[in-house]
Each structure stands twice: as C-alpha cells, then as structure tokens.
C-alpha cells in the first residue's frame, strides 16, 4: 500500500518562498510520473506541475516560472520549490500521480498560507 506525506508547508509572506516535500512510500515510485496539486477552499484541486521518471517536467501557467517540482528517485522524494508566492497560492499542496482521480488515495496535504 503506497503511502504519501507531504511536508514543508507553512505560513510565508508575500513574496516569500517555501520548500515542500513528498514521501512516497514503496518501491514503485521510480517507475511513475509524480506531480503536485493544491486545492484551495471552495475550489477543485488543481494539478500545477508534474515531472516524468526521466525528469521533464511540465507547469501551469499560474506557476511558471516561480515553482520548481523535482524528485530524487533514490529517495522516493518528490520536492516543488516554491518562491515570490503571493495571497492566491495559500492553498493545501498534495502530490500524487498525474492521473489520480479525486477518490483515489490521497495524502493529508500540506497547509501552504501567504499572508502579511
């Protein structure tokens, strides 16, 4: 039973920046395309960015360019470096494959707040 923890989350100022990270437990996690979402209240979770087993990885508009997603498949660890976050990214952050659907398992998420 595959297992994901996210970490990393917080509150930030605007214009700060944060690290989150992804636990993935077993040992598949090499063989799949990993990616990040975040749900903010009363909206969808939205997929941001995914990143492949051989490291290409792909952005939403909103995020390009400020967020990085990268993964060590040694570790089974799945990161998006986030920086120059402002209000509209506090959200809860998961990550997960490319293609979960909503009522597949999920982690717990990670609370990101961007606040003054």
């Known amino acids: 039973q595959v297992q994901l923890v996210e970490s990393g989350g917080g509150l930030v100022q605007p214009g700060g920046s944060l690290e989150l990270s992804c636990a993935y437990s077993g040992s598949t996690f090499s063989t799949y395309a990993m990616a990040w979402f975040r749900q903010s209240p009363g909206s969808r979770r939205e997929l941001l960015a995914s990143?492949?087993?051989?490291?290409?990885?792909a952005y939403q508009d909103s995020i390009r360019g400020r967020f990085t997603i990268s993964r060590d498949n040694t570790k089974n660890t799945l990161s998006l470096q986030m920086t120059n976050l402002t209000p509209s990214d506090t959200a809860v952050y998961y990550c997960?494959?490319?293609?979960?659907?909503?009522?597949?398992?999920w982690g717990q998420g990670t609370q990101v707040t961007v606040s003054s």
């Open positions: 990143i492949t087993r051989a490291q290409s990885a």
């Open positions: 997960n494959k490319p293609n979960a659907r909503p009522d597949d398992y």
